[in-house]
Nanobody, 127 residues
Framework: QVQLVESGGGLVQAGGSLRLSCAAS????????MGWFRQAPGKEREFVAV????????WYASSVKGRFTISRDNAKNTVYLQIHSLKPEDTAVYYC????????????????????WGQGTQVTVSS
């Protein structure tokens, strides 16, 4: 079992930056690929970014590539999402997830590639 707790969300102006954190407890997070997803009001949850177990590989949704950076510190059992140049359309609840899917090709972009989810952190971007 893995418990995930996101933090770092808040209200920011367009163009601003945030760093989201996802702290894991239970099994070591290094056993899992870690992903970030988001769900905007009235929309389905969507993939944002994923990082491999070692941190050597990352993948981003096209809508965030170049503005978002996913990273991990396995010694601290924590995954981060650095967000720059925030836009109002980035407003959403951001979720981190842990997964170790077998027989699934990289990158892991589907919700069912992940076994454990956090409760989410709200990011609101004002124009």
């Amino acid at each position: 079992q893995v418990q995930l707790v996101e933090s770092g969300g808040g209200l920011v102006q367009a163009g601003g930056s945030l760093r989201l954190s996802c702290a894991a407890s239970g099994r070591t997070v290094s056993s899992y690929a870690m992903g970030w997803f988001r769900q905007a009001p009235g929309k389905e949850r969507e993939f944002v970014a994923v990082i491999s177990r070692s941190g050597g590989n990352t993948w981003y949704a096209s809508s965030v590539k170049g503005r978002f950076t996913i990273s991990r510190d396995n010694a601290k059992n924590t995954v981060y999402l650095q967000i720059h140049s925030l836009k109002p359309e980035d407003t959403a609840v951001y979720y981190c997830a842990a997964g170790a899917p077998s027989g699934v090709a990289w990158p892991y972009r589907k919700e069912n590639d992940y076994d454990y989810w956090g409760q989410g952190t709200q990011v609101t971007v004002s124009s």
